[in-house]
């Protein structure tokens, strides 16, 4: 079967969830045995999110191979079980930087070098870069932004020539959104209409509609969208709001999404998707009676998108143990000796989250001190092992100005360090360890017990590290490195065998969970914390 490619846009307002539609058509296909990817492009001229501030865009993804991505990546990952790349995720930056360096090498032989044809064809030809290697029975490529805004231009440029070039073998989902009027009491097509014109313009005409809605769309109302936009009125889908991400996936079949793709790309559609383990894992979360308190300290509690992985690998968790997931998030900079007990004693567990500088870290000390001594499951992520480990240093080794060299250059005691070889790199992207590294856990130690096995791989992105001339001090103290990198034996795991559940990975564990595959640690982790709720109620 020949490659198919399915594009997907946007309008009216940005945020409607491409990247939730993209992955749950991504989901039903492959549950129909296709091979699936997807990739992002985005407009922005950044070459990757990577220096990004989370308040700018959310999480900064990390692909096994090492790319920085959107954050959209993340779902694609969580509801199809691929693993994407640094191929699956292109931006503005990433185009123009590769056009600038062709045309200094004189590629382009002294040929004035334009946005059409030279910019559109390199974005072509990172779309159909993926399909090249015949891996894939079908393409997803979701266009950032909004149709209408001017960076989005020579992408959707771009579309409009491949659909002439790929004929049959490509068609366009666009996303809008249908707003409810409530003085009024009625839907509003209106919107819709402008956008797909506002698309029509640009030389696309959409094959299929998903229409985002508060409430439900009459069929009426989807006939006079479909007259109104040049599209069948079967193509015409709604996508009402779920109380859960996971569930669209199944609203897009009831709907007969990846039948209409088929058929319009010229496959037969034949039986139906194999769902049974994501109904099962729905059925799970509609039908957990109790819950499970857990409590995020970190400093941009404030942005739901900042922790994006976390909250998801936690809930996918949760839902495996029968529990709901009630995530309280808790500013480590508005956490001190005063009130640390009263925010973190109704928690069943904790999570020091990841991050970058000095902004907020105090606040981590207090909240790691009171759950060591207090006995609570904790789990330190990245900066929030690193913690676990400055703090360890400081009241229990008796290094009282104990550091990382990243908050404090001149500590007398750095516990956390930059490795000699990263000392004289100054380009902040070149310093980092990114992407998936192996790790070698002890065994019989609680992380290689939560995996089921002593080798793992698992994501990283971080800049500083365990300073090795520490490790038999905190060995002999109580804290063991049970994970090490086999080539650099970097410490990459901590633990306090003496303790309920208080581990830190240097890793990103979130990166690698799934729907249908959650990661181990994070279910070991809510294991504790369902156990440490009970037996809080037995007392």
């Known amino acids: 079967m020949e490659t198919k490619y399915i594009f997907v846009t946007g309008g009216v307002a940005s945020s409607l969830g491409k990247g939730i539609i993209s992955s749950s058509l991504a989901c039903l296909l492959k549950a129909r045995g296709y091979r699936v990817t997807i990739q992002k492009f985005d407009p922005y001229i950044n070459i990757d999110p990577g220096t990004l501030n989370p308040y700018e865009h959310g999480e900064c993804y990390v692909t096994v191979d090492g790319h920085e991505a959107d954050l959209d990546l993340g779902h694609y990952e969580r509801f199809t079980d691929i693993k994407t790349t640094r191929a699956n995720n292109i931006t503005t930056g990433r185009i123009y930087q590769s056009v600038i360096n062709k045309e200094r090498r004189g590629d382009y032989l002294g040929k004035t070098v334009q946005i059409v044809p030279h910019i559109t064809d390199e974005i072509k030809r990172n779309v159909k870069l993926l399909g090249m290697t015949g891996n ?7 266009i950032g932004g909004t149709v209408g805004d001017i960076e989005s231009l020579p992408y959707l440029e771009s579309v409009r020539q491949l659909r002439w070039e790929l004929g049959n073998n490509s068609l366009c989902i666009h996303l809008t959104y249908v707003p409810y009027i409530a003085a009024a009491k009625e839907l509003k097509t209106k919107p819709t209409q402008h956008s797909v014109k506002q698309l029509q313009e640009v030389g696309i005409q959409p094959d299929i509609l998903v229409l985002r809605t508060e409430k439900h769309i009459s069929p009426e109302m989807r006939k006079k969208i479909a007259l109104f936009c040049n599209v069948t009125p079967d193509s015409v889908i709604q996508s009402i709001d779920v109380n859960s991400i996971y569930k669209v996936p199944l609203k897009m079949h009831e709907q007969h999404l990846d039948e209409i793709v088929l058929r319009k790309t010229g496959v037969t559609p034949e039986g139906e998707p194999h769902m049974q383990p994501w109904l099962d894992f729905i059925d799970k979360m509609d039908n957990a009676a109790q819950s499970v308190t857990i409590g995020l300290v970190g400093k941009y509690v404030e942005l739901q998108d900042a922790y994006k992985s976390i909250n998801e690998a936690l809930f996918q968790a949760a839902t495996y143990a029968d529990r709901k997931l009630k995530l309280v998030y808790i500013h480590s900079e508005k956490i001190n000796d005063s009130n640390v007990d009263e925010k973190l004693s109704p928690l069943d567990g904790v999570i020091i989250a990841p991050g970058f500088g000095q902004r907020g870290i105090e606040g981590k000390f207090t909240a790691l001190k009171w759950c060591r001594e207090h006995d609570m499951p904790t789990f330190g992520i990245c900066l929030g092992m690193q913690c676990m480990v400055i703090e360890f ?145 037995q007392h």
Request: charged share 25%; hydrophobic share 35%.
């Open 136 to 142: 894939f029975d079908f393409i997803i490529t979701e």
């Open 393 to 537: 240093a400081r009241n229990v080794l008796g290094y009282h100005d104990a550091n990382s060299t990243e908050m404090d250059p001149q500590t007398p005691h750095n516990v956390i360090d930059l490795m000699a070889e990263q000392k004289t790199i100054s380009n902040l992207g070149g310093t980092m360890r990114l992407g998936a590294f192996d790790c070698t856990l002890r065994p019989g130690s609680r992380a290689a017990e939560a995996y089921g096995k002593t080798e793992i791989s698992e994501r990283h992105r971080h800049r500083f590290e365990f300073n090795e001339a520490y490790r038999e001090e905190f060995e002999k103290a109580g804290m063991l490195c049970v994970g090490e990198n086999p080539v650099s034996h970097l410490v990459e795991v901590v633990e306090i065998p003496g303790k309920r559940w208080f581990i830190g990975t240097q890793y990103h564990p979130e990166y690698s969970s799934t729907v249908l595959s959650p990661n181990p640690i994070f279910r070991s982790f809510i294991d504790a914390a369902v156990q440490y709720h009970q037996s809080k109620d």
